[in-house]
T-cell receptor
Framework: DQQVKQNSPSLSVQEGRISILNCDYT??????FLWYKKYPAEGPTFLIS?????DKNEDGRFTVFLNKSAKHLSLHIVPSQPGDSAVYFC??????????FGAGTRLTVKP | DAGVIQSPRHEVTEMGQEVTLRCKPI?????LFWYRQTMMRGLELLIY????????DSGMPEDRFSAKMPNASFSTLKIQPSEPRDSAVYFC????????????FGPGTRLLVL
């Protein structure tokens, strides 16, 4: 069962604009959420995270928002740059148990 | 540090053959994870080890899959016999603490079973 879902397989954005990547989860016991970024021919790398006690975490151009009531989180990238073009994975974790990943969203930022 | 090392980077084999994927974690990391990436299911955790001991293998799809970690610097994921539906990218990752956010992923092995 897919406990973490990224319903948009791809997203295309113009350079300088905002990119919004969405993620939904089904297990209300998840208490930590992460975003990973993956370039072609490389493994995923950690990008940003948020604890369930918060609703927002910001790191430079990247902000993650968490809506626990809706079981939804989103990653905002602003302004988007061509170098942000990659596959973004959402992940959720319950305590020290395993992480569940979404299927990924391929972001393309056009110059 | 060279990071997590995986070999081979690409593997093409025929159905029924045995496939062995290899991983060298980052030195000093106590946790090692094997993931599989497919278009439909994204990244799935197959198994993870702590101090060379398998902790959770509930993600291993079936008995054709097995994983070992004979020492702190080496792990293998074996598929025997392989099937076309096993075609995917297999990632190995390591970390110094349980589920710390910066799991370090290797570059992956792209497996194609014909």
């Amino acid at each position: 069962d897919q406990q973490v879902k990224q319903n948009s397989p791809s997203l295309s954005v113009q350079e300088g604009r905002i990119s919004i990547l969405n993620c939904d989860y089904t297990n209300s016991m998840f208490d930590y959420f992460l975003w990973y970024k993956k370039y072609p021919a490389e493994g995923p790398t950690f990008l940003i995270s948020i604890s369930s006690i918060k609703d927002k975490n910001e790191d430079g151009r990247f902000t993650v928002f968490l809506n626990k009531s809706a079981k939804h989180l989103s990653l905002h990238i602003v302004p988007s740059q061509p170098g942000d073009s990659a596959v973004y994975f959402c992940a959720a974790r319950r305590g020290n148990n395993d992480m569940r990943f979404g299927a990924g969203t391929r972001l393309t930022v056009k110059p | 540090d060279a990071g997590v090392i995986q070999s081979p980077r690409h593997e093409v084999t025929e159905m029924g053959q045995e496939v062995t994927l290899r991983c060298k974690p980052i030195s000093g990391h106590d946790y090692l994870f094997w993931y599989r990436q497919t278009m439909m299911r994204g990244l799935e955790l197959l198994i993870y080890f702590n101090n060379n001991v398998p902790i959770d293998d509930s993600g291993m799809p079936e008995d054709r899959f097995s994983a070992k970690m004979p020492n702190a610097s080496f792990s293998t994921l074996k598929i025997q016999p392989s099937e076309p539906r096993d075609s995917a990218v297999y990632f190995c990752a390591s970390s110094g603490a349980p589920w710390e956010e910066t799991q370090y992923f290797g570059p992956g092995t792209r497996l194609l079973v014909l």
